[in-house]
């Protein structure tokens, strides 16, 4: 029985498939446009989708989505005004940008049948033993990054929180919900909130969580205010894997580290980074 995690490093975006002995779940389906990286290739079955809010940078992938691959449940905010969605699909005249944000509206009008709890993603009995909570943010704002939602995971006592574009509202939403706060202390693997940006860093949040490593999904740090030092210095660190070689870590970034494996099999987790040998 085993838990595998591929963060992937598709630039300025976000995409994590998680594989459980039953399922194959997306987080997120951003794509590197400019080399072809889609996550959905990685996957010959998806069974559950989730969406933390729908940019261009986390729904990219969604334009080469084939009828075959569509996922059999899928999971987004459903609080979004589709107005909103619309003009952020309006507001680009890039064929790809909009080919993704239509293929969302389709996915969105038609995924409307709720789903039985034995076979509901999050169904531990059904899902390969994974404890799997979502958090929707409770209000409204004009930000489509406010409603990102936040996926918690928990596979044989290792926790997983993997974030959005979470804004700071949303996080102290989530510091003020006594659920999320009696289960994300002690976080063994944090996928920040909006690539990493200062902007959307909350000492408060990571002083809660205590998370081990931090992972950040981003392109480059030329142009926003990137918090991985703080990051770095407020994560406790793990052993990882980095182009075959052990090395102590806190904070590992894709622009740096390229794809970031993780791996829970009984009581172990490994985490991989670079070729291996």
């Known amino acids: 029985m085993s838990l595998k995690t591929r963060i992937f490093d598709i630039g300025h975006g976000s995409s994590t498939l998680i594989e459980t002995d039953t399922l194959n779940i997306l987080f997120d389906l951003g794509m590197d446009i400019a080399n072809g990286t889609n996550p959905l290739d990685y996957v010959d079955k998806l069974d559950y989708l989730i969406i ?73 009995s059904y899902n390969g033993n994974v404890t799997i909570k979502i958090f929707e943010p409770k209000s409204t704002a004009s930000d489509l990054n406010y409603y990102s939602l936040t996926l918690f995971i928990e596979y044989n006592g290792f926790k997983l ?27 063994d693997i944090f996928l920040t909130p909006h690539h990493g ?25 030329d ?12 994560s406790s660190g793990y052993e990882v894997m980095i182009n075959g070689k052990k090395e102590d870590r806190s904070c590992l970034t894709t622009r740096k580290d390229g794809d970031i494996i993780i791996h ?14």
């Open 52 to 124: 933390s809010h729908p940019h261009w940078d986390h729904i990219s992938g969604l334009k080469d989505m084939s009828n075959d691959k569509e996922p059999t449940v899928l999971q987004r905010n459903k609080k979004i005004p589709i107005e909103d969605i619309e003009e952020s699909r309006d507001s680009n005249d890039d064929e790809n940008v909009k080919a993704a944000f239509d293929k969302y509206l389709d996915l969105n009008k038609r995924y409307t049948a709720s789903t039985n709890y034995e076979t509901n993603p999050t169904n531990s």
């Open 197 to 221: 940006r200062e902007s959307c860093y909350s000492s408060d949040l990571v002083s809660h969580i205590k998370p081990k490593i931090t992972i950040i999904s981003d392109k480059s740090d």
């Open 161 to 187: 929180l993997l974030m959005g574009d979470n804004t700071i509202s949303n996080i102290n939403e989530l510091l003020d919900n006594d659920d999320f706060l009696s289960i994300s202390e002690n976080i």
């Open 264 to 277: 829970i099999e009984y009581e172990n987790l490994e985490i991989y980074c670079g070729k291996q040998d």
């Open 223 to 234: 142009t926003d205010t990137s918090a991985v030092d703080k990051y770095s210095k407020n």
